[in-house]
């Protein structure tokens, strides 16, 4: 971040220098007083003081439509230093010349769009977005616009309106957004999930899976739904696209599968499918779920002996309690004393330990967020593995 703070000054500067070298000779008192205004501000960039090289840089620019490049520059520098205001003060100055090119009206328009997004003015940021994508632009200023609006829709949970607007946008265009788009539509259909309006929402989830075929939330809801109306093996084919979209997301399908071959039951099947994936996925679930068959079929000694092994390939906290709980129950009243001491401190040190973790900014929790509230991205919070985890 800091890199890109500098970055955005020394481009600036370069500009200003190469404007000044096109001044005209009949411009020498306004020259001398840009160009000092310039060097100060240089002074200034060099000496890693980009507050006061920026507002050296501001005196030094004169509005015109060579320096408008410059001057949204600036401004994007200030929103992303938290100085939304000053960025807003800036495009509102350059919407106000009455010479500006078309081209260069619709790139300020944009610019004061993202200022009204930013300050959290989402009627104005929606006006101004709108506007833009009525009139004929630049191509890529329309792109911007919609993919600025679909995030506008979202943040107002207004997840139909998304949509719509994406659909007007091209394959191409759609490109960076699919992940985001897909979780729109699950989105649309939890809502319709709850209003037991079973096939509008699989219809969603449907939309939802052509946006983005590894929505492994898709597949659950999927299978929540069949589940819902005892539709078991349709709602095993659903749990079982998740092994193919993202394996991580395993863990979260062992309690709905269990229950869906119960219900048919066949729970050998469930156990043949348990030991496919422990051998090709391996998750401290996947074997817990395992060592419960084993205990269920063989008893408690067997149980621990195959929990056991498994920790010797993949150790893991959560494996290590469920074994120190079945010797528990049949240890000793002096070695059942000494055991449920260390269970209690185990059992702690299980439930300080988050269970999800986002890819993208290292938020962690207890909860599954399709949605890190943290960097705000879609679909980047997953499972932990390892030690502390799966």
């Not at 200003?16 to 160009?35: C, F, K, V, Y």
């Not at 004929?136 to 200023?141: A, D």
């Not at 679909?150 to 949509?163: G, M």
Request: glycine residues 4%; neutral net charge.
């Amino acid at each position: 971040m800091n890199e890109y703070l500098f970055i955005i000054p020394l481009f600036v500067a370069v500009a200003i220098g190469w404007l000044l070298g096109r001044r005209q000779n009949n411009e020498h008192s306004l020259q001398d007083t840009l160009q000092q205004e310039y060097f100060i501000g240089l002074d200034f960039l060099l000496s890693e003081k980009t507050d006061e090289a920026i507002d050296s840089f501001i005196r030094a620019l004169e509005i015109s439509s060579d320096t408008i490049p410059a001057h949204i520059a600036l401004a994007k520098l200030f929103r992303k230093k938290g100085d939304v205001e000053r960025a807003l003060q800036i495009h509102q100055s350059l919407l106000a010349r009455s010479d500006l090119c078309h081209a260069d009206f619709m790139r300020v328009q944009m610019a004061l769009a993202r200022d009204y997004y930013a300050l959290g003015l989402l009627d104005r940021a929606e006006n101004l977005l709108l506007e833009i994508r009525s009139q004929r632009s630049n191509p890529e200023i329309r792109q911007k616009a919609a993919a600025l609006l679909i995030k506008l829709y979202a943040k107002e949970q207004e997840w139909q309106q998304a949509l719509d607007v994406a659909k007007q946008l091209s394959t191409a265009e759609l490109q960076g957004l699919e992940v985001e788009l897909s979780h729109y539509c699950c989105e649309l259909a939890e809502r319709l999930i709850g209003q037991q309006r079973y096939r509008h929402a699989t219809e969603k989830l449907q939309s939802a899976l052509a946006f983005d075929q590894a929505a492994v939330r898709a597949s659950f809801l999927l299978a929540d739904i069949a589940m819902q109306q005892q539709q078991w093996k349709k709602a095993i084919h659903a749990l079982k696209q998740v092994a193919l979209q993202d394996s991580a997301f395993l863990s979260e399908t062992i309690a709905r599968l269990q229950a869906c071959y119960a219900a048919l039951n066949q729970l050998l099947e469930f156990e043949r499918l348990m030991k496919l994936w422990l051998n090709k996925y391996p998750s401290t679930s996947i074997m817990l779920a395992l060592a419960d068959r084993v205990l269920e079929q063989q008893g408690a000694y067997p149980a621990g002996a195959f929990i056991t092994d498994q920790l010797k390939q993949r150790p893991s906290l959560k494996g290590f309690n469920q074994l120190i709980d079945l010797y528990i129950e049949h240890a000793s009243k002096g070695a059942n004393e000494s055991l449920m001491v260390l269970r209690g401190l185990t059992g702690q040190l299980e439930q300080s330990k988050p269970i999800y973790h986002c890819q993208r900014c290292g938020f962690s929790g207890k909860s599954l967020h399709w949605q890190c509230p943290s960097c705000q991205n879609w679909g980047t919070t997953k499972p932990i593995h390892g030690l502390e985890g799966e």
